[in-house]
């Protein structure tokens, strides 16, 4: 087995499909990464008077009084408990836990892992990214079910080379801000899957969707992207449209997409500022996604104003 | 009695893109938006600040009358104040 070096387990099987879906997802480990994966029988209350704060079904506790993180998991027993200013965590998993895999590491570890790369400047965005046939690098930004995956899965189609559809990090790199992708399939929903028109792909069956490889499409993956362009989407109607977002709006979405500044005092000046550079490096767009995207020829650039 | 100081609440970062400022208050987990005249008026609060400090600061970056930059401030320090954004320094 492949090990990384900083992460340790009591169970050697838990740590090596921690490590194969790290290292198949490319993204570069945090410095210094101390990560202890336990895997216990009753996994340990800890007093927490903080507040919590829900996102899916993964409980966090941030900030103040305690400084230090507190991340559980509400489908079955696991919690982490992350160092205030260090990419230093434990997690305890139950055997309960173990039994859900492929969901523990997307939502659980994946959330105490965004935690753990925010120690190291990189910050999570839910967003999919893409690089068009100009060299030009694209940004989609919204929810689960804004069009970012059908999107993406289309751009690769048509030759873009694509990052990720959902799991971004934004990283400072002298004047500028790049984007690195979390590598992983690009996840289609029943509908997107039938607007794509593709044979094959990867039956997700606990997420009810179907997964491609950018390659599978005709792509290529890469690691970082420097937008250019930046389109906030939701899906509505039956023409695509993009108007300018203003300034206030730019802000207001990438917080809204990007909450996790609002955690914690560590490093959220850094990541506060980071938001606005690449507010400034961009040209920021609404835009409403409909099924005439699939028929336009240069797909998003068409509908550019 | 010395003129009371203000200054912006630890829990406050601040930023701005094109003339907008983004306010984000940490211990709510909340943000908002204020314009550019309120951007000025933040940035200075980095320090402590006493009210004729602010106007002085409106004067010299806009063209208004002490009256108009006074009642500007007045307004701003006050929303500022009840939503825990600026605090009276003891």
Known sequence: ?305 | MSEPRYRRHADIRLTSLEGEGVVLHLKERRYFSVNETGLVLLEALKQPRSFGDLVAELLREYEVTEETAAATTREFLDQCLASAVVETME
């Open chain 1, 1 to 305: 087995m492949t090990a990384i070096p900083g992460i340790s387990s009591n169970d050697p099987a838990f740590e090596a499909a921690v490590t194969e879906w790290l290292i198949e997802s490319r993204m570069p480990l945090p410095a210094g990464l101390l990560l202890r994966l336990e895997v216990v029988d009753t996994v340990s209350q800890l007093d927490d008077p903080r507040e919590v704060f829900l996102q899916g079904d993964v409980e966090i506790r941030a900030g103040e009084p305690l400084g230090w993180v507190h991340i559980s998991w509400r489908t079955a027993p696991a919690r982490a408990r992350i160092e205030e200013h260090r990419p230093e965590a434990v997690l305890q998993v139950s055997r309960e836990a173990l039994g859900e895999l492929d969901y523990l590491l997307r939502s659980f570890l994946l959330v105490s892992l965004i935690f753990l790369w925010k120690r190291d400047g990189r910050y999570h965005v839910h967003a999919g990214t893409a690089i068009d046939s100009r060299g030009r690098g694209w940004m989609l930004i919204g929810n689960s079910r804004s069009g970012k995956s059908t999107t993406t899965a289309l751009l690769a189609s048509r030759g873009w080379r694509v990052s990720t559809d959902d799991i971004a990090f934004l990283e400072a790199r002298d004047d500028r801000v790049d984007v690195l992708g979390f590598r992983s399939p690009i996840a289609l929903r029943p509908g997107g899957f039938q607007l794509l028109g593709r044979a094959g792909g990867i039956a997700m069956e606990s997420r009810a969707k179907t997964g491609f490889w950018p390659e599978e499409l005709g792509s290529s993956w890469i690691q970082t992207v420097v937008p250019e362009i930046i389109v906030f989407t939701s899906v509505a109607g039956d023409r695509t449209t993009m108007s300018p977002a203003s300034p206030a709006a730019v802000m207001r979405e990438l917080m809204q997409w990007s909450l996790w500044v609002m955690f914690e005092p560590t490093a959220a000046q850094e990541h506060l500022d980071l938001l606005a550079r690449l507010g400034r490096q961009a040209r920021c767009y609404h835009a409403t996604l409909a099924p005439d995207l699939f028929a336009a020829p240069r797909a998003l650039e068409d509908f550019l104003p």
